[in-house]
């Protein structure tokens, strides 16, 4: 699975943003697509993903009711709108997809990383 990112940049405290991360296959055949960010010195974590097999929606604890995890299946595309941007949400954000393989393991795919920086 190839994952290309769009979105991100630069944004005041308060504002918004919208990153989009388009597959390059079905999205139906993706057990799990979300967004991870990493800031520095810090590690990877998951900041919201789809789980298509349940139909859930996971949020970290740290943007919920911030962000939105949206999915267009016509164009292999999950979206993530953030709202109410906080400085410490500057990372850069890695736009991540999981399949399980016949055996059940399961392979984990990234899209380039894109910035975030919320700064005034």
């Known amino acids: 699975v190839q994952l290309q990112a769009f979105g991100g940049g630069l944004v005041q405290p308060g504002g918004s943003l919208r990153l989009s991360c388009a597959a390059s296959?079905?999205?139906?055949?993706?057990?799990?697509m979300g967004w991870y960010r990493q800031a520095p010195g810090k590690q990877r974590e998951l900041v919201a993903a789809?789980?298509?097999?349940?139909?859930?929606?996971y949020y970290a604890d740290s943007v919920k009711g911030r962000f939105t995890l949206s999915r267009d299946n016509a164009k292999n595309t999950v979206t993530l709108q953030m709202n109410s941007l906080k400085p410490e949400d500057t990372a850069v954000y890695y736009c991540?997809?999981?399949?399980?393989?016949?055996?059940?393991?399961?392979?984990?795919?990234w899209g380039q990383g894109t910035q975030v920086t919320v700064s005034s």
């Open positions: 991540n997809a999981v399949t399980i393989d016949v055996d059940g393991t399961p392979d984990h795919y």
């Open positions: 789809f789980n298509s097999g349940g139909g859930s929606t």
């Open positions: 296959r079905s999205i139906f055949s993706i057990s799990v």
